[in-house]
Antibody, heavy 126, light 106 residues
Framework: QVQLQESGPGLVKPSQTLSLTCTVS??????????WSWIRQPAGKGLEWIGR???????NYNPSLKSRVTISVDTSKNQFSLKLSSVTAADTAVYYC??????????????????WGKGTTVTVSS | DIQMTQSPSSLSASVGDRVTITCRAS??????LNWYQQKPGKAPKLLIY???SLQSGVPSRFSGSGSGTDFTLTISSLQPEDFATYYC????????FGPGTKVDIK
């Protein structure tokens, strides 16, 4: 059973870069038709998808965050990472990493996220 | 960008009630729609993918339907552990979540 664990600083200063890592256990990050996502949730609010990376290394990002986001994978450490630059108080949230799977559809694939980390709280404040 | 809406934003129900939550996409997304359940302080849990496919291990009282722009999540007989917030999510064009529907105890 694959498990995910987020880690990183809980406090980041405004204008700096938020950096988080998701460690994958119970399976290899480079096996299977998977992708790896980051999602965030401000306190008391809904979920916002940040982006995803495939085992091939290709990425897709939320258009509203694309200019500030980088997601990368380190297969040697079985980890993937999130960097969000130029943060403001609006980036304060619980950040989740998730494992995504693809199921074949008629002309495409059904994407879904079926394993999630427990989340880590990041506060942006001076 | 595809926008998702959900209705109602919250509802109160009793154990044993049949509950229906609606999700609407701003354009057709075929069946590329997932449903998640989230309890306070916990990560979301996948319930339904591809609009109507029940994720392994999820009780059969949960069901999903719809295609195109209109979708529903139905809980046939609400159980105490089902009080939570439910989110729809489209996967037709990257991902977008709906704003959520909170189900609480009447």
């Amino acid at each position: 059973q694959v498990q995910l664990q987020e880690s990183g600083p809980g406090l980041v200063k405004p204008s700096q870069t938020l950096s988080l890592t998701c460690t994958v256990s119970g399976g290899s990050i480079s096996s299977g038709s998977y992708y790896w996502s980051w999602i965030r949730q401000p306190a008391g609010k809904g979920l916002e998808w940040i982006g995803r990376i495939y085992t091939s290394g290709s990425t897709n990002y939320n258009p509203s965050l694309k200019s500030r986001v980088t997601i990368s994978v380190d297969t040697s450490k079985n980890q993937f990472s999130l960097k969000l630059s130029s943060v403001t108080a609006a980036d304060t949230a619980v950040y989740y990493c998730a494992l995504g799977e693809l199921a074949p559809a008629a002309n495409y694939y059904y994407y879904y996220m079926d394993v999630w980390g427990k989340g880590t709280t990041v506060t942006v404040s001076s | 960008d595809i926008q998702m809406t959900q209705s109602p934003s919250s509802l109160s129900a009793s154990v044993g009630d049949r509950v229906t939550i609606t999700c609407r996409a701003s354009q057709s997304i075929s069946s590329y729609l997932n449903w998640y359940q989230q309890k306070p302080g916990k990560a979301p849990k996948l319930l339904i993918y591809a609009a109507s496919s029940l994720q392994s291990g999820v009780p059969s009282r949960f069901s999903g339907s719809g295609s195109g722009t209109d979708f529903t999540l139905t809980i046939s007989s609400l159980q105490p552990e089902d009080f939570a917030t439910y989110y729809c999510q489209q996967s037709y064009s990257t991902f977008t979540f709906g704003p959520g529907t909170k189900v609480d105890i009447k």
